[in-house]
């Protein structure tokens, strides 16, 4: 699948490959995508054209097969002060993929070092080629990652194994991030097989209804923020609101759905009228 651009950006290429799934392609292919400051800021705008079109319920984020990003731009950064850099909050604006609503897709290849592997950890799920190498090499720059790097990896993967990681510098395959669970899948080595995957996810998901997908994306993310109580709490009153979805009283299946209507006293009808549902993101 060749990416085409939508619009004209200099360091990402942007194409809808299905027509609920915007694809972003990091193309910086002769500094292995490294992220440079202007590589971010088209990514951003990228991100928050995506977030806000009503035809796009779900993004992918890729490289090339040799590099997802081989992390934050070095030679931009080496003559760098702390002056500068506290007084311009550097690579703050990275956290703006953060706040976007609609589901990440990060189908990684090849190398995904530094803040690369920052970026695929700040997306919502992680496909990954069996050639994707992972690692926060910083250490080896007498720095440390920079962009939530210890933190996130000490979620996922637990502080024994984020520490050796952060601390020697080592590099990790796809098969231990999938082991470790920092990837939700391992796709076939054929060359674009990660992002037909990620797409073909995205693309499910994006079939779903648009405030449920939403919704349970903040969920998830909540469970790293929130204690279980609070985090249970917050679930149940989202969950309860989305009883006055017109989505929630389209979807339900069938075998259910007398039991449903005597619990919930819902419609729930593409479940009752054994079809499929049509959910309209209401
Ligand atoms: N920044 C800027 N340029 C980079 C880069 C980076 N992070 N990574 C690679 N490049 C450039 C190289 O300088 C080289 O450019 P030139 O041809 O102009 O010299 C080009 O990409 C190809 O790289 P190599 O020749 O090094 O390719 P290789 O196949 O021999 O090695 C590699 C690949 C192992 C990924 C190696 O490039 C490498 O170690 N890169 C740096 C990885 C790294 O340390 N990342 C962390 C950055 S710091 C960070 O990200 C901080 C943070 O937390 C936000």
Redesign the pocket.
Same mark, same amino acid.
């Given at each position: 699948m060749r990416p085409r651009s939508t619009r004209s950006y200099t360091y990402i290429l942007t194409s809808r490959p299905e027509p609920s799934v915007a694809l972003i392609t990091l193309n910086r292919p #002769?500094? !292995?995508n $490294?992220l440079s400051s202007a590589l971010m800021t088209e990514l951003n705008q990228a991100l928050g054209e995506a977030d806000t079109s009503k035809e796009v319920g779900a993004i992918v984020i890729t490289g090339s097969q040799t590099?997802f990003a $081989?992390?934050?731009? @070095? #030679?931009e950064m080496k003559d760098l002060e702390f002056s500068t850099a506290y007084s311009t909050d550097f @690579?703050a604006d990275w956290a703006r993929l953060t706040q976007i609503k609609k589901p990440i897709i990060a189908a990684v290849s090849g190398?995904a !070092? /530094? *803040?690369g592997c920052?970026l695929a950890m700040m997306c919502d799920i992680i496909i990954a080629s069996p050639t994707a190498v992972f690692g926060q &090499?910083?250490i080896? !720059?007498g720095?440390i &990652? /920079?962009?939530g *790097?210890t933190q996130r990896l000490a979620r996922v993967i637990g502080k024994s194994k984020a520490m050796e990681i952060v601390l020697t510098g080592r590099t990790f395959s796809a098969a231990e991030a999938e082991k470790w669970g920092l990837v939700s899948k391992i796709t076939s080595e054929e060359e674009g097989a990660v992002v037909t995957e990620s797409v073909k996810m995205a693309k499910q998901i994006s079939e779903y209804g648009a405030l449920a997908v939403k919704a349970g994306k903040e969920l998830v993310n909540a469970a790293y923020e929130l204690s279980l109580q609070e985090g249970i709490r917050l679930e149940r009153r989202v969950f309860h609101s989305l009883f006055s979805t017109g989505d929630q009283k389209e979807g339900a299946s069938i075998q259910l759905q007398e039991f449903l209507r005597f619990i919930f006293f819902l419609g729930m009808r593409a479940f009752a009228e054994k079809r499929k549902s049509q959910f309209k993101g209401e």
């Open positions: #002769k500094a !292995l $490294a590099a $081989a992390g934050a731009d @070095i #030679k @690579i190398y !070092l /530094g *803040g920052e &090499p910083e080896k !720059l720095t &990652p /920079g962009s *790097g």
